[in-house]
């Protein structure tokens, strides 16, 4: 079945560093890929997605690649603030049967001043 | 804006207690999701419903039951409540069945089973 693989956290980052959270896919089918972040204490949100392959998905300076050659999504920014420090979620949502979206299992993202 | 919201943030029940869990969104989604937090596993699908009194089972549905009589509310069950159920619950909601719509989620809901 569909499935989604995401490096394991914590990740620990000092301000203004350049940060990569691995992800890769398995999928029957075309799927369209997400990366959802939660905030503590909140659920999740969107970040960004991208619907086909060589697509760039980007948001609040993260950006994504959708790479189909290597089934991978791996979710970049230049400068990580204090701010960002959540858990980011990838996730698929298959072009086939009822298109639910697979979940990896999280990375906790921890940013220091 | 979507905006989608559960009932309660933060639940305590006995073992064996039947709990409701609602959620509620306001922009004519057709779909609408629950799902279960825990650590390490990530956000796994309970149940979900493409429309009014249609309802389909996700991966873990066990021990579940949902209701959806109402477009805008999709309210989830458990029976007969268990320690084992002790989770954050998110709930979430999708404009229409396509792969590349994205799905909103409400704040959710951490229940304690005692």
């Known amino acids: 079945g569909d499935s989604v693989t995401q490096m394991e956290g914590p990740v620990t980052l000092s301000e203004e560093a350049f940060l990569t959270i691995n992800c890769t896919y398995t999928a029957t089918g075309y799927p369209s890929l997400f990366w959802y972040v939660q905030y503590p204490g909140e659920g999740l949100q969107l970040l960004l997605k991208a619907t086909k392959a060589d697509d760039k998905g980007s948001n609040k300076g993260f950006e994504a690649t959708y790479r189909k050659e290597t089934t991978s999504f791996h979710l970049e920014k230049g400068s990580v603030q204090v701010s960002d420090s959540a858990v980011y979620f990838c996730a698929l949502s298959d072009g086939t049967g009822f298109q639910k979206l697979v979940f990896g299992t999280g990375t906790r993202l921890l940013v220091s001043p | 804006d979507v905006k989608v919201t559960q009932s309660s943030r933060y639940l305590v029940k006995r073992t064996g207690e039947k709990v409701f869990l609602e959620c509620v969104q306001d922009?004519?989604?057709?779909?609408m999701f629950w799902y279960r937090q825990d650590p390490g596993l990530g956000l796994r699908l309970i149940y979900f419903s493409y429309d009014v009194k249609m309802k389909e089972k996700g991966d873990i549905p066990e021990g579940y039951s949902v209701s959806r009589e109402k477009k805008e509310r999709f309210s989830l069950i458990l029976e007969s409540a268990s320690t084992n159920q002790t989770s954050m619950y998110l709930c979430?909601?999708?404009?229409?069945?396509?792969?590349?719509?994205?799905?909103?989620f409400g704040p959710g809901t951490r229940l304690l089973v005692l």
């Open positions: 979430a909601s999708q404009r229409e069945r396509h792969h590349q719509e994205t799905q909103y």
């Open positions: 922009m004519d989604h057709e779909n």
